[in-house]
């Protein structure tokens, strides 16, 4: 008896646990032993629209070292991994499920097998044998992200969506246009910084000039992100957040309430902002090649009932004008700020309910709209603003999160018009240094309880094993923005020749980077190390000191160096500032910055610094020695 208890125990022992990915599987059935992809390992496809899914997973494990051929057929051997297209009706459009046994077999549709491909890359190279059953818990999974305020280039936007599938997110909402704060650009709207991102070939000098999207290129990352599983949301936000319109044509903004609000009662308003989404709505190949269109509806006065009937309106009038092209309708939440007796259309329109004082989602629910979860105080980054969160809050995430509890409204779990949950990052302080990288080292946290929280919304680990697993799952195979190595020396160079390149783009924070210099007299914009969007000067271009550009900011130190002298130069980064040490002691420290303005109004500039070392300036006179490049975390 003794020893059937113990076989009993040792079966039990043997049995493969769910295996860690963001987000959680839904069913796991756990088997016995592992199976390990081989080089004579293939990736099969049976039928051909699931070739896609097939070859983007063999590129994505080649980023990791394993190189397999995709191959059409049905008969899997050993250590293959074979695709079978199956519409799985109780999982759903994006559910799958996974067999591990004597080799892999994923049954789904296009959707859903690119969701398994995920997760086969999360499990890595050797997988425990058992049977996965997957889908989401929620059809909407995403996140906005405001390029209005600060251009985000493109080449970020697709790294970023690839990463998000990686995650199982599916919906991204690119707020293409806004405005910064009056008080910071002492209450003059001649000189508060706007922008709209999009090309416009209807009105010319609309595009900002600091950075924008040319129609093509923005028609083709929405393709290419739906062909990834992930949507892309254009927003136009309009009529408030619409100085960049009044700017270009001062008439259509309100003299009344500010020339971030379009004047309602001006007969051109709404002309205008028609001619807008037939351009990137209209003719056989239209801009906007997505399902859903963003027409912004917020933040607009209520001060006035007949302005508010206006407003409702113009929001009835922009639904009915998206749907007029094919398209699905979403708007921001404000049908409760702006309650009133003009009807605004409910069916089919997608509400985002961000806010329960412009919107309360038990009313808004009530009237039919589709409802999307996206709770300020839960959900909105503005980085370094003091207000909102800097960096979401996490534990409070893990524990509370889901999309039926908006703001304290709670509805029920599954409910058809709770459609899912977002989180948002907006740049609303312009001008405060922030970059790319500062931004994206906050999106990563969010997106993975976010991804986490949308998909299954029962968690099957405490908030502490989650946040300790996930601190090891990182980008998409193949990025690295974040600059994550393991702790210690990364780079290490006894010499840094002119004109020499590396393979490690750069490091993230924290960071420390060191070498020898003897100094030469060096031409002002040389630069030790730059990459893609950074530069490290040995004289930067204004002041001829060590500095750093990027994202269109310069940061120097009070250090030069002197031609003919040796010193020992080491740069520390983290999340938070830039420290510069010469010989050994403190040079100066680069901290967030205050900037003040009239009527007691400020804000910090970043000073970080991604540290670059993809290649080396041809230019370089001085002798630079004794390289090291070490992760601190």
Known sequence: MLLVATCCLMSQAEVNPRPFTIPAIHEWKGGTGTLTLTPQSRILYADVRLRAVAEALARDLKTTGITLPVVEGKKAAVADILFIYKSLKKLGDEGYTIDIAQNVRVEATER????????LLQMGRTLPKGHISDRPDYPLRGMVLDCGRKYIPMDYLRR?????????MNTLEVHLNDQGFPPFFYDDWN??????????????????EDGSYTKDEFRQFILDAAAQGVEIIPEIDAPAHS????????????????????????????????????????????????????????????????????????????????????????????LTHAKGETPVKVDNVLMLAWYNGYAQPDSMHALGYQLVCIPDRNTYIVPAAG???????????????????????????GDPQIQGGMFAVWNDIVGNGIAVADIHHRIMPALQVIAEKTWAVDTVRTCEEWRRLAAHVGEAPGIN????????????????????????????????????ITAAEEARGTALFRNRD???????????????????????????????VKEQITIEGTNRETRLYVNGELRE?????????????????????????????????SRVTNLKVESLE
């Open 481 to 516: 923005d974040l600059g994550r190595y393991p702790k210690g020396l990364v780079v290490e160079s006894a010499e840094v020749v002119p004109a020499s390149t590396r393979t490690i783009q750069h490091i993230g924070w924290p960071y420390r980077v060191s070498f020898d």
């Open 191 to 208: 000189q508060v910084y706007s922008a709209f991102r999009l090309e416009s070939e209807v009105f010319p000098g609309l595009t900002a």
């Open 534 to 564: 950074t530069e490290f000067y040995l004289s930067d271009p204004v002041t001829g000191r060590i500095g750093f550009a990027r994202d269109g900011y310069l940061f120097s130190f009070k250090h030069s160096l002197r031609p003919g």
């Open 387 to 413: 207000y909102y969160y800097d960096y979401l809050n996490i534990p409070h995430l893990y524990k509370n999160f889901t999309p039926a509890n908006i703001a304290g409204v709670r509805f029920k779990e």
């Open 243 to 334: 100085l960049a319109f009044s700017r270009y044509r001062p008439s259509l903004g309100s003299k009344e309430f500010g020339m971030d609000h379009l004047e309602l009662t001006n007969p051109e308003v709404i002309p205008f902002i028609d001619s807008l989404y037939a351009e990137y709505l209209g003719g056989p190949t239209p801009v906007f090649a997505c399902p859903r269109v963003h027409i912004g509806t917020d933040e607009y006065s209520n001060k006035k009932q007949e302005i508010v009937e206006l407003f409702r309106g113009f929001t009835d009038h922009l639904i009915h004008t998206v749907e007029s092209y094919g398209k699905q309708a979403v708007l921001w939440g404000a």
């Open 160 to 168: 970023l969506v690839r990463t998000m599938a990686y995650y199982k």
């Open 112 to 119: 859903g097998a690119n969701h398994a491909a995920q997760t």
């Open 589 to 621: 420290t680069l901290a967030p910055q205050l900037r003040t303005f009239p009527k007691d109004k400020s804000f910090k500039i970043i000073r970080t610094l991604r540290f670059p070392l993809e290649r080396t300036d041809a230019t370089l006179r």
